[in-house]
């Protein structure tokens, strides 16, 4: 059964009575940004080894960079704009345009007669999947019940592993293809997940901590109850919910916090949540997955591996191996933690990338007397490393910062610090995917040296700096940086087990009587 919900948006909701059910939709809504982004790897590292691609646009290694990196180039633009645009449209609007722009590029792509044009329509699909990236685990983060963030949040940017395993298909189905058609298809077939996203979102609420800030209190709280209790607008979950969302409001409004993104850097908590928060873009992106996400060609022709089919197929392979990996570490995560899962990823990204280093530099020292056992142990290795990656990285990417950059600091400083976190991530990758092949094609080996010792920093920077936010609210988390929780309410876990109770009646008249106090 669908209820209309008011939005506060021009764009309706007819919502499921079901949370289950919705959860699902949510998450399904807001997997646009990594599964296209999951495909695009995956699509430009098959297209990287067809011939019919790269004989088509006539690359060297530097227009190969060109080609690859443009995409981040729109992504740091998108960037720029994604955290205002979040906060000033609506979580859902937001992802809309998002989506719009994304298939406007993949248009542009598909039709690309030169490498300019072909450059052209991956700057506007990056500037679609960066929008999204933000809007969507903004808007999953704040409107997933907190018991199941881990799943929901994680699974976010899990699913770039499913975009990345379509693509990795298609390309070997097209390989043997003659025409442009054996890259034009693929490219084609990446706007379904924006199309798909599109048809969903008429059927998910806005964020109610969004519906809160814009004043529309009693949408909130139907949002809230049909995110966390069926529609049930008393459910004691709800109340609580609900409650701590309009503490938070009333505490900003005493602080005199504005929408500002100047409020990120404003305090000295806002700055450490920022550098705190922001650092799992670049420490993701600076891992070294880069190598295999864009350039497995190139990694696998060092390890040996040189026929372009048996390459088309290591890629399918990979993308199902990191798939399961980024599911077991989204578990790791709901279970251990955040911190201590990205530190032991971290630990084990460093010891495969030493160990790759040195089994490449065999194998260039004598290429033609290397064993199949030498090959092999290499690629192996560097599925490891791809599976080890995936467990901590791929679940943590968007769900870390919009958990740190949460409640207090004001909500302009969720929505606009994973932009931060996100931006840095995209100029680094604009410049790893440019030299990548440069430096893969001059220095060869020593390019997974320099990155194993940039990932011991990470682990160092980790294990001193982050904090844990594992089984925590929005508003709970507050009190990790604040020192204090800005609501009366017990916590919603507390709440939901049993260990505490709650009078519904009293949190009723308080309810009113804090709307009153806000509309004031």
């Known amino acids: 059964m669908l209820k209309r919900t008011p939005t506060g948006t021009w764009l309706p909701a007819w919502v ?10 949510l998450m399904f809504c807001s997997i646009v940004q990594s599964a296209t982004g999951g495909y695009d790897g995956s699509m430009l590292n098959g297209l990287n080894i067809l011939p019919s691609y790269t004989d088509y646009f006539q690359l060297n290694p530097a227009t190969t960079g060109l080609n690859t990196a443009s995409v981040f180039i729109g992504c740091t633009f998108g960037t720029l704009i994604s955290g205002v645009m979040t906060d000033r449209l609506g979580r859902r609007p937001a992802i809309f345009w998002a989506s719009a722009v994304t298939l406007i590029g993949v248009a542009i792509q598909t039709a690309a007669q030169n490498i300019a044009m072909f450059v052209v329509g991956r700057i506007f699909l990056g500037v679609g999947t960066a929008i999204s990236g933000v809007s969507s685990s903004v808007f999953l983060s704040e409107t997933f ?10 699974l976010l940017n899990d699913f770039y592993y499913v975009g990345a395993l379509i ?22 077939i990446q ?178 007397n290397a064993s ?30 919009p958990e740190v950059f949460s409640v207090c600091a004001h909500y302009s400083i969720r929505a606009n610090g994973l932009a931060f976190s996100t931006l840095a991530l995209n100029l680094l990758a604009c410049i790893f995917v440019f030299i990548m092949p440069i430096g893969l094609n001059n220095i060869g080996y020593r390019m997974y040296i320099i990155n194993g010792s940039w990932d011991i920093v990470i682990a160092v920077l980790i294990a001193v700096f982050w904090v844990e936010t594992k089984g925590r609210t929005l508003e709970e988390i507050d009190a990790i940086f604040e020192g204090t929780k800005h609501s009366s309410v017990p916590d919603v876990e507390q709440v939901r087990t049993g260990q505490a109770t709650l009078d519904v009646g009293a949190i009723e008249q308080q309810l009113q009587a804090d709307m009153k106090g806000i509309r004031s």
């Open 167 to 188: 693509a990795a298909g298609v390309t070997l189905g097209t390989g043997q293809w003659q025409s442009t058609w054996a890259w034009r298809l693929p490219s084609l």
């Open 145 to 154: 019940p907190s018991r199941f963030r881990a799943w929901g949040v994680g």
């Open 372 to 401: 199949d056992s030498l090959v092999y142990g290499n690629v192996a290795v560097m599925f490891m490393f791809q599976g080890f990656y995936s467990l901590a990285w791929t679940p943590l990417l968007y769900l870390y910062p």
């Open 191 to 368: 706007g379904i997940f924006s199309i798909l996203c599109i048809i969903i979102l008429p059927f998910v609420p806005e964020s109610p901590r969004w519906l809160v800030h814009e004043g529309y209190f009693e949408y909130a709280r139907i949002s809230v109850a049909q995110t966390n209790s069926n529609g049930n607008l008393l459910d004691p979950v709800a109340i609580v919910v609900y409650k701590e969302i309009l503490d938070a409001l009333e505490f900003e409004k005493k602080e005199g916090r504005t929408m500002s993104p100047a409020e990120i850097v404003k305090t000295p908590t806002a700055r450490k949540r920022l550098l705190i928060g922001m650092s799992a873009g670049p420490f993701s992106c600076i891992a070294g997955n880069i190598i295999a996400s864009y350039y497995l060609g190139t990694e696998l022709s060092t390890a040996g591996i040189t026929d372009s089919t048996d390459q088309l197929k290591a890629n399918v392979v990979l993308n199902v191996w990191c798939l399961a990996c980024a599911l077991a570490g989204t578990h790791l995560v709901a279970q251990w933690g955040r911190k201590p899962t990205a530190l032991i990823s971290e630990v084990l990204l460093v010891i495969c990338l030493f160990i790759i280093g040195g089994l490449s530099k065999m194998y260039a020292d004598d290429p033609e």
């Open 16 to 25: 499921p009575e079901s949370t289950f059910t919705l959860s699902f939709l």
